[in-house]
């Protein structure tokens, strides 16, 4: 199967480098980091998706998220369909904007209000600026290596895309408003409260991937978001957490349901997308009434959408969550534990050196001895890791029909539709992946 040329994709992607920077929409799409010519795609369905030039993948990036049940689940196709029918945006309220925030709040209480918006960048943006609003205070905290969207205040350090392409940060953004933002390693609660003894008066919030996907995956060590709540509240800071991500994508009430809820404390604000869109841009923030109440037309924390809460798109959302019951989550797990447990058996067999890290149900590899000693729990550790491998490893995945993250800092995704042949394919597609990085 190697060797395969994407012709089509080929001649399509110098077309789109005429006319779209990069050829694509978003960075991380345009195989920076793992070379070759990015797989144009005509269609999906169920685990798999099928390029320009006709071949079959079983995909292990599900729209990096949002497929928790599998591509164009019947469901989810056929509430799009009848929202279409009644037309495509009005601009005015409807009841499925309501029914889908029901949903939300009655997965996760921690969200006493929330509101609908259309990215990920929207919602954290927002959750800033409602901080800001609600405290008073300019600065935030984020940590190296979480990503929260092309927010100015949030591009600092902020992992997988930036991570890729090398960049310190970003051009375009301020001196100032990088000032306003401090970064710190992440899992180092000495550094959050060495950071708010110094600048305590001054910080509106913390804000946290609930557990970090965006420089692989880095889960929080035990205790340490409960910290950051207990921290951050006792200098009068709010925390955010980012759930767009991990939202109703680990587990039914996302990781606030597997840690929040299971140690007794909520966050301040939490941050969702992907899975509450299924697809269609689709997400919210929410948290605390009081502060979010500070929203507008309520309060003077001004935010607004043309296309907030589309009827197509959260009617999308809305069947998403309402097909994402406990046997889907129960599959999802069953098939990272799968996965988790044949891409170590893959590498351990051609001898390479890795760890293989998870929190719920995503997961990622990290190549090289420090790695496979300690793991890899911040930033700093996930950059000394031997990412060098991930091409060929990604390569080989590619030249055997399984389509990975074109970037070693990305979580693999696995849905609900992955049944067991999508499972085997990927297991048969290991050995040759685990020679390619074994021979980088
Ligand atoms: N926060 C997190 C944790 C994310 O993973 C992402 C997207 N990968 C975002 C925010 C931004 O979301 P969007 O791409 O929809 O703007």
Redesign the pocket.
């Known amino acids: 199967m190697s060797g395969h040329t994407p012709e089509t994709s080929e001649r399509y992607f110098a077309r789109a480098r005429g006319v779209i920077p990069g050829g694509v929409n978003?960075p991380v799409r345009a195989y920076g980091v793992v070379g070759g010519t990015p797989r144009f795609i005509a269609s999906a369905k169920g685990p798999h998706i099928t390029d320009v030039d006709g071949r079959e993948y079983v995909d292990l990036v599900c729209s990096?998220?949002p497929a928790i049940l599998g591509h164009a689940h019947p469901a989810v196709l056929d509430a799009v369909h009848a929202a279409a029918d009644r037309a495509l945006s009005f601009g005015a309220p409807t009841l499925t904007e309501v029914e889908l925030a029901e949903e939300i709040r009655n997965r996760v209480p921690a969200v006493e209000r929330l509101r609908l918006v259309s990215?990920?960048?929207?919602?954290?943006m927002t959750a800033i600026r409602l901080a800001r609003g609600a405290t008073g205070r300019d600065r935030i905290i984020k940590f190296a290596g979480?990503?929260?969207?092309?927010v100015d205040a949030l591009l600092a350090s902020a992992g997988s895309g930036l991570a890729t392409l090398a960049l310190p940060g970003s051009a375009g953004v301020t001196a100032a408003v990088a000032a306003e933002t401090i970064v710190l390693p992440y899992n180092d609660l000495a550094a959050v409260e060495a950071a708010f003894a110094e600048h305590g008066d001054t910080i509106a919030a913390v804000i946290t991937?609930a557990a970090p996907?965006?420089m692989g995956v880095v889960p929080p060590l035990p205790g340490f978001n409960k910290a950051l709540s207990r921290i951050a509240h006792e200098h009068g800071a709010l925390l955010i957490q980012?759930?767009?991500?991990?939202g109703f994508r680990v587990g039914p009430s996302g990781w606030w349901g597997l840690e929040g809820s299971v140690e007794g404390w909520d966050p301040d604000l939490l941050?969702f997308?992907?899975v509450v869109g299924g697809g269609l841009?689709v997400?919210a923030v929410g948290g605390r009434r009081d502060v979010m109440e500070g929203l507008a037309p309520m309060g003077p924390v001004y935010q607004a959408g043309t296309l907030s809460g589309n009827p197509v798109a959260t009617a999308a959302g809305l069947a998403t969550l309402r097909a994402a019951d406990t046997a889907v989550y129960g599959r999802v797990d069953t098939v990272a534990g799968v996965l988790r447990g044949a891409f170590t058996q893959a590498l351990a067999a051609e001898g390479v050196p890795h760890v293989v890290q998870w929190a719920g149900n995503l997961f990622s590899t990290f190549f090289g001895e420090d790695a496979a000693q300690h793991g890899a729990r911040d930033y700093a550790q996930v950059q000394a890791s031997e990412s060098w491998r991930y091409p060929a490893f990604f390569h080989a995945l590619l030249d055997h029909g399984v389509y990975a993250p074109p970037s070693g800092f990305e979580a693999f995704f696995v849905s609900a539709a992955h049944d067991d042949d999508a499972v085997n394919r990927v297991i048969d597609a290991l050995p040759a992946a685990a020679k390619a990085a074994a021979a980088a």
């Open positions: 978003s990096w998220g990215t990920g960048t929207e919602a954290t979480c990503y929260h969207g092309h991937e996907a965006n980012d759930e767009v991500l991990t941050t997308g992907k841009p997400a």
